[in-house]
């Protein structure tokens, strides 16, 4: 089992930044490809990013690239997405998620991915 808990969301201006931490506690953080996914008012769930076991590789949804930055701390439990040049279209809560696959789980709304956070509400003022 794994529990993840998200921090760092809040309100912010369209343009400004935000950084989300997400910390896992329980098995072997570092056995699982972690990421990120985000559910704005009356839409799906939609993947974000994700990042490898150890790192070394990352995806972003086409929306986010350039602007997002996934990255991981498995000393620390830790996987943090810095968010940059905010739009209004940000706005969701965002789900921090864990899957021992880095594959199709992370596709489309996520349907499969082992772990869940609770949720981190982001909201882009215009």
């Known amino acids: 089992q794994v529990q993840l808990v998200e921090s760092g969301g809040g309100l912010v201006q369209a343009g400004g930044s935000l950084r989300l931490s997400c910390a896992g506690s329980g098995r072997t953080f570092s056995a699982y490809a972690m990421g990120w996914f985000r559910q704005a008012p009356g839409k799906e769930r939609e993947f974000v990013a994700a990042i490898t076991w150890s790192g070394g590789s990352t995806s972003y949804a086409d929306s986010v690239k350039g602007r997002f930055t996934i990255s991981r701390g498995n000393a620390q439990n830790m996987v943090a997405l810095q968010m940059k040049s905010l739009k209004p279209e940000d706005t969701a809560v965002y789900y921090c998620?864990?899957?021992?696959?880095?594959?199709?789980?992370?596709?489309?709304?996520?349907?499969?991915?082992?772990?869940w956070g609770k949720g981190t509400l982001v909201t882009v003022s215009s």
């Open positions: 998620a864990a899957d021992a696959t880095y594959g199709s789980n992370w596709y489309g709304d996520g349907y499969g991915v082992d772990y």
